[in-house]
T-cell receptor, first 113, second 111 residues
Framework: EAGVVQSPRYKIIEKKQPVAFWCNPI?????LYWYRQNLGQGPELLIR????????DSQLPKDRFSAERLKGVDSTLKIQPAELGDSAVYLC???????????FGSGTQLSVL | QKEVEQDPGPLSVPEGAIVSLNCTYS??????FMWYRQYSRKGPELLMY????GNKEDGRFTAQVDKSSKYISLFIRDSQPSDSATYLC???????????FGKGTRLSVIA
């Protein structure tokens, strides 16, 4: 069974440029999460989806970050415009609707120059 | 004070050693406790998941939760070079609440 798939694996952009990350969760997992992991830190939740609905986006910087999960499957996280401080690994995870067990993708490492 | 404290290491041990990794937390309302392993340039991978105080064993790994002391541990027996990774503790409250992660401890097992 395929795990959580993310692309791209790496992205280097200049500040003020837009960037987008894509995630395909494990088949059948209704809950999808986007986390940000700074160097030497644990992951921090940005947004959680239950099917198509964003049920927890309190930590998402809404002035520059946006996310969508069309048809309750794939998801896209966008940053526009990117800032230097956005350099981090962006992780997508998924879980069964009522399960506490999260499965993570390999992440997208973003470098903003 | 952060909700979850974890010594970032690095921790270096010889192959075959017993490794002890620890986290402390400040909020007694945490109910679920997890340990994730993260290899370089990979996402975290769930190792152990516990709910109550006590021990849970899975092969060479033992997770221990002491709710009275707000302290959790992960023990690795007969450590192998392939165990070299960053180990993240994580915990959450009951209900549909987000995981709170520690910073992770970087472990190196030397052959």
């Amino acid at each position: 069974e395929a795990g959580v798939v993310q692309s791209p694996r790496y992205k280097i952009i200049e500040k003020k440029q837009p960037v987008a990350f894509w995630c395909n969760p494990i088949s059948g997992h209704n809950t999808l999460y986007w986390y940000r992991q700074n160097l030497g830190q644990g992951p921090e939740l940005l947004i959680r989806y239950e099917n198509e609905e964003a049920v927890d986006d309190s930590q998402l910087p809404k002035d520059r970050f946006s996310a969508e999960r069309l048809k309750g499957v794939d998801s896209t996280l966008k940053i526009q415009p990117a800032e230097l401080g956005d350099s981090a690994v962006y992780l997508c995870a998924s879980s069964l609707e009522s399960s506490e067990k999260l499965f993570f993708g390999s992440g997208t490492q973003l470098s903003v120059l | 004070q952060k909700e979850v404290e974890q010594d970032p290491g690095p921790l270096s041990v010889p192959e075959g050693a017993i490794v002890s990794l620890n986290c402390t937390y400040s909020n007694s309302a945490f109910q679920y406790f997890m340990w994730y392993r993260q290899y370089s340039r990979k996402g975290p991978e769930l190792l152990m998941y516990t709910y109550s105080s006590g021990n849970k064993e899975d092969g060479r790994f033992t997770a221990q939760v002491d709710k009275s002391s707000k302290y959790i541990s992960l023990f690795i027996r007969d450590s192998q070079p392939s165990d070299s990774a960053t180990y993240l503790c994580a915990m959450r409250f009951s209900g549909n609440t987000p995981l709170v992660f520690g910073k992770g401890t970087r472990l190196s097992v030397i052959a």
